[in-house]
Structure formats: C-alpha cells, structure tokens
C-alpha cells in the first residue's frame, strides 16, 4: 500500500510541475520535494534504529525517493533565484 501512495504523490508532484503559473510549480517542487526527502530520512532512521544489522538496510527505493525529492527541492531553489528558469 506505501508504494501506492508515493507512486500518487509522486504523479501529482509531477502534475503539479507542469502547470504554466510559476507559484504553482514552485510550491509544488518545495512541498512534494521536501515531504519525499523528510519520509526518506524519516523511514531510514527508523529502519537503522530497529534493527542495527547489515540484514536490515534501506532499499534503493528510499535512496530514490531522497534523491528525486532532493532534485525537485534544489530545482525549485532555483527557479526561485532565477527567474529566467
């Protein structure tokens, strides 16, 4: 069921970044961005603090999830700093 929430969050950041009203793609990227940096984080720590063993590492799709969500994050700082993004 957790990948089919983040598969429909995901789909509707990426909605949300193809609008044409700048605030829109902006607030989208920070917002979507940081909640999949913030789970990411969140789910690895619990991950690492329930169960200290090499059996029990993160999978790539936590590593997925921080790096698309720190994509979205940095590309949106950006377009906030350049306004000719």
């Known amino acids: 069921m957790a ?15 193809m609008a044409k ?6 607030s989208s990227g920070l917002l979507g961005g940081g909640a999949a940096v913030y789970f990411s984080l969140w789910q690895t720590s619990k991950i690492v603090s329930t169960c200290f063993s090499a059996q029990c590492l993160p ?10 969500g ?16």
Do not use: C, E, N
């Open 3 to 17: 990948r089919a929430w983040t598969l429909w969050a995901g789909l509707m950041i990426l909605a949300g970044t």
């Open 21 to 26: 009203w700048r605030p829109l793609v902006i």
């Open 70 to 85: 720190g994509a979205a994050v940095w590309w949106s700082y950006r377009m906030i700093r350049d306004r000719s993004l």
């Open 59 to 68: 999978g790539p799709g936590l590593g997925l999830l921080l790096f698309g």
